[in-house]
């Protein structure tokens, strides 16, 4: 059983940054494609970048181009996500998510089969 968890949300004013982290249990990396959603109260999830296992491609949603950055240190299991240039609109729960090993251009709007999930961390981005 995977096993993924989240750190480094917080509250931040507006044109902010914060790092998330997602730290991985075992081979998660090998085996899985692991990237960062989020959950915005009333609204739906939505990917917001991956890094694809099978080629190492990050993608990211049109939203966050140019201003999130997704890194991981495999030596050390974790999955980053660098985000500058906050909007309020941002706040969210964030969670990262292990998925299929390929995930090609489309994964972010429709991910497929999720194998883990962490508990999240909450984003808040003050106006």
């Known amino acids: 059983q995977e096993k993924l968890v989240e750190s480094g949300g917080g509250s931040v004013q507006s044109g902010g940054s914060l790092r998330l982290s997602c730290t991985a249990s075992?081979?998660?990396?090998?085996?899985?494609?692991v990237g960062w959603f989020r959950q915005a109260p009333g609204k739906e999830r939505e990917g917001v970048a991956v890094i694809d296992s099978s080629d190492g491609t990050a993608r990211y949603a049109d939203s966050v181009e140019g201003r999130f950055t997704i890194s991981q240190d495999p030596y050390k299991a974790t999955l980053y996500l660098q985000m500058d240039s906050l909007k309020p609109e941002e706040t969210a729960m964030y969670y990262c998510?292990?998925?299929?090993?390929?995930?090609?251009?489309?994964?972010?709007?429709?991910?497929?089969?999720?194998?883990?999930w962490g508990q999240g961390t909450l984003v808040t981005v003050n106006h």
């Open positions: 075992g081979d998660t990396f090998r085996r899985y494609s």
């Open positions: 998510a292990a998925g299929a090993y390929f995930a090609g251009p489309y994964y972010l709007r429709n991910p497929g089969p999720i194998y883990a």
